[in-house]
């Protein structure tokens, strides 16, 4: 069974300086799905960016940009420019074989 | 705003109390979930439906019944519950089941308090 590991339960950073929360995952599979979801005081779970295996270029989505470490079975995010509104839970997220698994999750404080 | 409505949003129930858990997509989606969530553990996967048909039941006590009479609405029924089903449930819905190429968008969940 795959399991998702988020070995940062909380983690601060400073308005306008950057973060990284980590994830790691278990699987003997190949191919597979990796995304971060945010999760913001309000409790709506928000997609932030998403990975496929087989693609070995990072993805990125403004701020956020992930370093994926296939043979790690590393997935972290890297939150640039942190702002007052990237505050939130962050859920590591791995797909494969029709079964999603979730980590327990990162709460994330941006300080002004 | 995702598109996935979940009411109510508290609930506060007692043990002996029957109450239900509604969620609406207006997404066109064909595939709606029921998740758990509670403190400092990983979401925990309850319920899947898959064009109306339950595909996935993650051994989920019988006290929780989910209930999906169309793509677009899911219930999910409560019956003497206990104290350690106080949790935030989260209801997601995706384009089909659970698949890579799908997103899954979330409700802002109903917190339920079972006394």
């Known amino acids: 069974a795959q399991t998702v590991t988020q070995s940062q339960p909380e983690m601060s950073v400073q308005e306008a300086e950057t973060v990284t929360l980590s994830c790691t995952y278990d699987?003997?599979?190949?191919?597979?799905?990796l995304f971060w979801y945010k999760q913001p005081p309000s409790r709506q779970m928000i997609l932030v960016i998403r990975q496929e295996a087989y693609k070995q270029q990072n993805a990125t989505e403004n701020r956020f940009s992930v370093n994926f470490q296939k043979a790690a079975k590393s997935f972290s995010l890297k939150i640039s420019d942190s702002q007052l509104g990237d505050t939130a839970m962050y859920f590591c997220?791995?797909?494969?074989?029709?079964?999603?698994?979730f980590g327990a999750g990162t709460r994330l404080t941006v300080k002004p | 705003e995702t598109g996935v409505t979940q009411t109510p949003r508290h609930l506060v129930m007692g043990m002996t109390n029957k109450k239900s858990l509604k969620c609406e997509q207006h997404?066109?989606?064909?595939?709606m979930y029921w998740y758990k969530q509670s403190a400092k553990k990983p979401l925990e996967l309850m319920f899947v439906?898959?064009?109306?048909?339950?595909?996935e039941n993650n051994s989920v006590p019988s006290r929780f019944s989910p209930e999906c009479p169309n793509s677009s609405h899911l219930f999910l029924h409560l019956h003497t519950l206990q104290p350690e089903d106080s949790a935030l449930y989260l209801c997601a819905s995706s384009q089909e089941g659970h698949g890579p190429g799908n997103t899954i968008y979330f409700g802002e969940g109903s917190w339920l308090t079972v006394v």
């Open positions: 997404l066109g989606h064909n595939a």
């Open positions: 439906y898959n064009f109306k048909e339950q595909t």
């Open positions: 997220a791995f797909y494969d074989n029709n079964d999603m698994r």
């Open positions: 699987t003997s599979e190949n191919n597979y799905y």
